[in-house]
């Protein structure tokens, strides 16, 4: 069986042939063209755009980014990968999900904290916040990952640990930390030769790895998060686009990737081959590990409608990123969307992301 791709500047994503699936060419297109518009009018800069189902891959990209290995800042789905690449450990007996945080982080202590398990960090039900209050002070100052942790492990929690939902950034840097302990490396180190090597995900690294500035897509930070400096001129030290956070390797928000590669990874994840994970650790990844009555999320996945789009099966995950990126896979559809771009989710609604990714969802919903 012979694989189908339909290439625009990028190149096509090699995988194993499946059913052939017949992607509509010109519908696609059509979802693109909304890429192109805002590329021609600069309201997005940069962007890439990539679609597999089955075996037909189609991939364009539009703006400064000069095919779909363009690297762009990933934002959250950093997390999908981190989890990954916490996992492997996991899967080889050094851990278990519902341990205590304290029994590898003996310092977590108080107000509750013995009760927090590492699920509950990898699932956003751990009450820790999403950043710190003195985030602002430790970017500007930039602070090591370990004066993150130093802080996360005393900041007060916001809820009861396994009561409800908070999404928390901090929570997933945590469970990194517990990775770093235990097999004494980096989460930057630890993606690179667990997740990136195996996947042949060449052009992805947590940080810049040996990247340079001037291989990665630059961001539009005029009203980007909060968190990320807002596009206020006096955070340029330590902005999206700064040195600093382009090297730090946050787990939560500072991973690197092409829009193939992201592909490569939610591919494994769909059609599992051993290469990372066990089947069933990869089960636990993309199922909900929540309890009944709270909002349902896989260990570092979100589930279901991905951000805000619909035609999704309840089967789904994937994640968003506030630097303007999307990504899922649907199993429904034996599919998988990619949509980088460089224009922060917070800056336009609705943003070309979310208009793109309907249209896509709608397409692959048809076949």
């Not at 596009?231 to 330590?238: N, R, V």
Request: contains cysteine; hydrophobic residues 40%; proline residues 6%.
């Amino acid at each position: 069986m012979k694989r189908r791709v339909f290439l625009g500047n990028g190149l096509a994503l090699t995988l194993l042939p499946r059913a052939m699936a017949g992607l509509d060419v010109s519908q696609l297109e059509g979802a693109g063209k909304i890429l192109a518009d805002a590329a021609e009018s600069g309201d997005v800069q940069s962007s890439a755009f990539f679609v597999q189902q089955g075996s037909d891959v189609f991939s364009r990209s539009y703006g400064r980014a000069h095919g779909t290995d363009a690297m762009f800042l990933l934002a959250s789905i950093s997390k999908t990968i981190s989890v990954a690449a916490v996992l492997t450990l996991f899967d080889e007996g050094h851990f278990r999900l519902d341990e205590s945080v304290q029994r590898y982080l003996p310092e977590f202590q108080g107000e509750g904290r013995e009760k927090i398990t590492i699920r509950q960090l990898m699932t956003h039900v751990s009450g820790l916040p999403d950043q710190l209050p003195e985030n602002a002070r430790l970017r500007g100052s930039h602070a090591s990952l370990s004066e993150f942790v130093a802080g996360v492990v005393k900041t007060p929690l916001l809820f009861e640990p396994g009561t409800r939902y908070g999404y928390s950034s901090m929570a997933i840097l945590l469970a990194t930390e517990i990775a770093r302990r235990i097999c004494g490396r980096s989460i930057a180190d630890l993606t690179q030769q667990r997740i990136f090597k195996p996947l042949r995900m060449n052009r992805s690294a947590m940080g810049l790895g040996t990247f340079e500035l001037s291989d990665v897509v630059m961001n539009q930070v005029d009203r980007a998060a909060p968190e990320s400096g807002a596009g206020d001129p006096s955070t340029k030290s330590w902005d999206w686009n700064s040195p600093y956070w382009r090297k730090l390797g946050a787990p939560w928000g500072a991973a690197h990737g092409s829009a193939e590669d992201v592909a490569r990874f939610l591919s494994e994840l769909l059609h599992p081959t051993g290469r990372i994970l066990k089947p069933e650790t990869i089960m636990l990844m993309i199922s909900n590990q929540n309890p009944p009555n709270v909002r349902p999320r896989g260990l570092g996945f979100d589930l279901g409608q991905i951000g805000r789009t619909p035609h999704l099966s309840d089967d789904t995950f994937g994640h968003t990123g506030s630097t303007g990126t999307i990504c899922w896979a649907d199993p429904s559809t034996d599919s998988i969307a990619v949509i980088l771009t460089t224009l922060p989710h917070r800056a336009v609604s609705p943003h070309p992301r979310d208009l793109v990714a309907t249209r896509v969802a709608e397409v692959l919903r048809k076949r």
